[in-house]
């Protein structure tokens, strides 16, 4: 059963924190994704990577950044935690060629104090 | 910019009684759209992808559907456990996927 597994389900950090949000998939994907998802908003895509150590910005890249160091592994961090980064962040990966359905992970619910 | 809408934003049925979803989008050269399933508290499950207008797919009770300016996502017959959100989403070839904001669809006994 193909996966994509993400590091914490649920994550309460304070202002000013430096937040690491891991995603693992097993499938051999060369493209992942960070996503965040928020009510009326749907899901924005945040970053984006179609290998290794190759990154590409999303709609929203403002305080976030991005780690590939693995084929399998994709980080997001947040340089210095604020409230409005409180959300729901999925990570998802395709195979190369992006016409290819996006498999997702169960995302982590991000609160920011 | 690429736009993709969904509608209705909510949607109750009674067990059995078939409707459609909606998902109207404005795109510059649509490389593929999109239909997942989201239940509360977990990740996006896929569904079906349209290349092409007047593509359909089938899966047990639901059917989706493309044209030129849309898609839609019948459903037939409806069970309390087709109970999710319903998320859209085209591929432009730019960028990566571009999300609706989904519809939230109950299914009552």
């Known amino acids: 059963d193909v996966k994509v597994t993400q590091s914490s389900r649920y994550l309460v950090k304070r202002t000013g924190e430096k937040v690491f949000l891991e995603c693992v998939q097993d499938m051999d994907h060369e493209n992942m994704f960070w996503y965040r998802q928020d009510p009326g908003l749907g899901l924005r895509l945040i970053y984006f990577?179609?290998?290794?150590?190759?990154?590409e910005k999303g709609d929203i890249p403002e305080g976030y950044s991005v780690s590939r160091e693995k084929k399998e592994r994709f980080s997001l961090i947040l340089e210095s935690a604020s409230t409005n980064q409180t959300s729901m962040y999925l990570c998802?990966?395709?195979?190369?060629?992006?016409?290819?359905?996006?498999?997702f992970g169960p995302g982590t619910r991000l609160t920011v104090l | 910019e690429d736009q993709v809408t969904q509608s209705p934003e909510a949607l109750r049925l009674q067990e059995g009684e078939s409707s459609s979803l909606n998902c109207s989008y404005t795109?510059?050269?649509?490389?593929?759209l999109f239909w997942y399933r989201q239940d509360p508290g977990k990740g996006p499950e896929f569904l079906f992808t349209?290349?092409?207008a007047g593509e359909e797919k089938e899966k047990e009770r639901l059917k989706a559907t493309l044209t030129k300016k849309e898609s839609f996502l019948h459903i037939t017959a409806p069970k309390p456990e087709d109970s999710a959100t319903y998320l859209c989403?085209?591929?432009?070839?730019?960028?990566?996927?571009?999300f609706g904001s989904g519809t939230r669809l109950q299914v009552q006994p």
């Open positions: 349209l290349y092409s």
């Open positions: 795109v510059s050269g649509l490389r593929g």
């Open positions: 990577s179609y290998d290794v150590k190759m990154k």
């Open positions: 998802a990966s395709s195979k190369r060629g992006a016409y290819n359905e996006q498999f």
């Open positions: 989403a085209v591929y432009t070839g730019r960028r990566a996927l571009t």
